[in-house]
């Protein structure tokens, strides 16, 4: 069981930045590939950012390649988010969430634990 709480959220202008972060408990944090997803108002889940466990590999959406970085500290059990250049389209609630399962990292429906997640505003 892995319980995983979200924080770093806000109200940001178009270009400004944000970090997200997600604190993991349990000791077998290292075990799980890592992801962030983002829903927007009336929207599904989109994936937005991913990472192995041994953070050898990452995958990003491709709207958020070059402006996003997704990391982890396997002894601190948090994965971060860093956003750049943040657009309006990138408001919504961020998810954090873990999977057994990086073979499938874009697929929402392989992340086994979820956050509650972290509102992020835009304003244009």
């Known amino acids: 069981q892995v319980q995983l709480v979200e924080s770093g959220g806000g109200l940001v202008q178009a270009g400004g930045s944000l970090r997200l972060s997600c604190a993991a408990s349990?000791?077998?944090?290292?075990?799980?590939?890592m992801g962030w997803f983002r829903q927007a108002p009336g929207k599904e889940r989109d994936f937005v950012a991913a990472?192995?466990?041994?953070?050898?590999?990452?995958y990003y959406a491709d709207s958020e390649k070059g402006r996003f970085t997704i990391s982890r500290d396997n002894a601190k059990n948090t994965v971060y988010l860093q956003m750049n250049s943040l657009k309006p389209g990138d408001t919504g609630v961020y998810y954090c969430?873990?999977?057994?399962?990086?073979?499938?990292?874009?697929?929402?429906?392989?992340?086994?634990?979820w956050g509650q997640g972290t509102q992020v505003t835009v304003s244009s």
């Open positions: 969430a873990a999977s057994t399962n990086f073979g499938r990292a874009r697929d929402y429906g392989s992340y086994d634990f």
């Open positions: 349990g000791r077998t944090f290292s075990s799980y590939a």
């Open positions: 990472i192995s466990r041994g953070m050898l590999t990452k």
